[in-house]
């Protein structure tokens, strides 16, 4: 069932080191009934025809994980069928969009979705479903040595969460994307697409560079589709819910953007499905919530005028509503006091929470190199077995007992071999000099 409807939540953190005087403030939602998980190109009926049945977000990677016939405990929804285990896909990929309060496709099947555990935050959402234990990424990149298994988006959390530092993840190419933009529109036909976009906001062209990395990375999957071992793509479009925060739910510029990602999926999925010769899973897990900063606009103007005396001398009312969640703090001692003024100017409307140190500001990546760095395992507890452990050790023992049963029969025969009667060496040859004789 899908989650009872809360109050919107605003959370505000202080994240990288403290003299930075940087304030970021994010928006977490409330779940929406609209929210669907899509199957675009099925694999031999491996998804139940079932549709009203409740997809479980926070289950997508060990889901994943069954369609490629791996079971896992946490893989307890029913509407995903083992199917026949000698008859695979070769490729696993989901599209994810977090964080938008309207998106819908055309699929072959849709579920709903339960959103229990996760916020509307793209960072958080992905960390709770793809973070957490041994996900697909890390599970097959161990299975299988050569499996090609990589996460895209712009946001370089999501982007390695989903990867869980054993595979490939793609975000630094944005920046390289932004130098060449207008070339890359042009090379993948997109500048006629884009004309009620204005280029020259940071956030339009980031988000726009996203696209460009997604579309570019799905034509270098034909190189790697060949290799023999299964596949998995997790491409997360962080920036749309970036495109609505400027520009409102209901305009113009967010329907081109909309529109441009959904268009994106579309031709990335016929990509995929010719490239795997469609033996491949197309799926996307879309995720809405319910309301958005700019609808609140009297709210925003009021708590910028309580912020003003607090924010960077040159952040001016429409810089205040463009760079959120992100706001430049005139100095350190501040953070304290906009928080304040955040709860008083839109306390009514969200529940604000505040929370600050430089341990928030650690990333994924910083945060797996130190526990690689340092394995040592307090109160003498081992460290817990991998998943596979029974299996292999199931094969070991069917080997070894195979190699002993074969060795001691060999050496039962040669120790019970009578060579009077078995031996061709000391075959008694009388009878046969007799019967040439008599011939």
């Given at each position: 069932?899908?989650?009872?409807?809360?109050?919107?939540?605003?959370?505000?953190?202080?994240?990288?080191?403290?003299?930075?005087?940087?304030?970021?403030?994010?928006?977490?939602?409330?779940?929406?009934?609209?929210?669907?998980?899509?199957?675009?190109?099925?694999?031999?009926?491996?998804?139940?025809?079932?549709?009203?049945?409740?997809f479980?977000?926070?289950?997508?990677?060990?889901?994943?994980?069954k369609?490629?016939?791996?079971?896992?405990?946490?893989a307890?929804?029913?509407?995903?069928?083992?199917?026949?285990?000698?008859?695979?896909?070769?490729?696993?990929?989901?599209?994810?969009v977090?964080?938008?309060t309207?998106?819908?496709?055309?699929?072959?099947?849709?579920?709903?979705?339960?959103?229990?555990?996760?916020?509307?935050?793209?960072?958080?959402?992905?960390?709770?479903?793809?973070?957490?234990?041994d996900?697909?990424?890390?599970?097959?990149?161990n299975?299988?040595?050569?499996?090609?298994?990589?996460?895209v988006s712009?946001?370089?959390?999501?982007?390695?969460v989903?990867?869980?530092?054993?595979?490939?993840?793609?975000?630094?190419?944005?920046d390289?994307?932004?130098?060449?933009?207008?070339?890359?529109?042009?090379t993948y036909?997109?500048?006629?697409v884009?004309?009620g976009?204005?280029?020259?906001?940071?956030?339009?062209?980031?988000?726009?560079?996203?696209?460009?990395?997604?579309?570019?990375?799905?034509k270098?999957?034909?190189s790697?589709?060949?290799?023999?071992?299964?596949?998995?793509?997790?491409?997360?479009?962080?920036t749309?819910?970036?495109?609505?925060?400027?520009?409102?739910?209901?305009?113009?510029?967010?329907?081109?953007?909309t529109?441009?990602?959904?268009?994106?999926?579309?031709?990335?999925?016929?990509?995929?499905?010719?490239?795997?010769?469609?033996?491949?899973?197309v799926?996307s897990?879309?995720?809405?919530?319910e309301?958005?900063?700019p609808?609140?606009?009297?709210n925003?103007?009021?708590?910028?005028?309580?912020?003003?005396?607090?924010l960077?001398?040159?952040?001016?009312?429409a810089?205040?509503?463009?760079?959120?969640?992100?706001?430049?703090?005139a100095?350190?001692g501040?953070?304290?006091?906009?928080?304040?003024?955040?709860?008083?100017?839109?306390?009514?409307?969200?529940?604000?929470?505040?929370?600050?140190?430089?341990?928030?500001?650690?990333?994924?990546?910083?945060?797996?190199?130190?526990s690689?760095?340092?394995?040592?395992?307090?109160?003498?507890?081992?460290?817990?077995r991998?998943?596979?452990?029974?299996?292999?050790?199931?094969?070991?023992?069917?080997?070894?007992?195979?190699?002993g049963?074969?060795?001691?029969?060999?050496?039962?025969?040669?120790?019970?071999l009578?060579?009077g009667?078995?031996?061709?060496?000391?075959?008694?040859?009388?009878d046969?000099?007799?019967?040439?004789?008599?011939?």
């Open positions: 069932m899908l989650p009872k409807l809360v109050l919107p939540l605003l959370v505000v953190g202080i994240f990288g080191c403290l003299n930075a005087h940087k304030l970021t403030v994010e928006f977490v939602g409330t779940p929406s009934a609209n929210s669907r998980f899509y199957v675009l190109h099925d694999f031999h009926n491996t998804y139940s025809n079932e549709e009203e049945t409740t479980p977000a926070l289950q997508v990677s060990d889901l994943l994980l369609t490629m016939g791996i079971l896992k405990d946490g307890g929804w029913a509407g995903v069928t083992l199917g026949n285990l000698f008859s695979r896909p070769y490729a696993t990929v989901l599209f994810v977090d964080g938008v309207s998106f819908d496709m055309v699929a072959e099947k849709s579920f709903l979705v339960d959103q229990s555990g996760l916020t509307g935050s793209v960072t958080d959402d992905m960390a709770a479903m793809f973070g957490k234990g996900n697909i990424a890390q599970h097959l990149s299975l299988f040595g050569g499996s090609y298994t990589l996460s712009a946001n370089e959390e999501a982007a390695e989903a990867s869980n530092g054993r595979a490939y993840s793609r975000s630094a190419d944005v390289k994307r932004l130098k060449s933009l207008k070339s890359d529109l042009r036909g997109l500048t006629t884009v004309k976009l204005d280029l020259e906001d940071k956030c339009v062209a980031t988000f726009l560079a996203e696209v460009v990395m997604v579309k570019k990375t799905v270098e999957v034909k790697y589709a060949k290799d023999g071992a299964p596949d998995v793509l997790v491409f997360t479009f962080s749309l819910k970036d495109v609505e925060l400027l520009y409102g739910a209901g305009s113009s510029q967010l329907q081109i953007a529109q441009l990602v959904r268009q994106t999926i579309n031709e990335a999925r016929d990509d995929l499905v010719a490239c795997y010769k469609g033996n491949v899973l799926q897990l879309v995720l809405l919530w309301g958005s900063l609808q609140h606009s009297t925003m103007k009021d708590t910028y005028q309580a912020l003003k005396p607090y960077s001398p040159e952040v001016t009312e810089d205040f509503k463009r760079k959120l969640p992100h706001l430049q703090l100095s350190e501040h953070s304290g006091l906009a928080c304040n003024a955040l709860k008083a100017g839109l306390g009514k409307t969200f529940t604000v929470q505040c929370f600050g140190g430089q341990s928030n500001s650690r990333s994924l990546r910083q945060t797996s190199s130190v690689a760095a340092s394995p040592s395992f307090p109160d003498n507890v081992a460290e817990d991998s998943e596979l452990f029974a299996p292999i050790f199931i094969m070991w023992l069917l080997v070894l007992l195979s190699v049963l074969t060795l001691y029969a060999v050496s039962w025969w040669m120790w019970t009578d060579p009667r078995d031996s061709v060496i000391y075959r008694n040859v009388a046969v000099t007799a019967a040439a004789k008599s011939r």
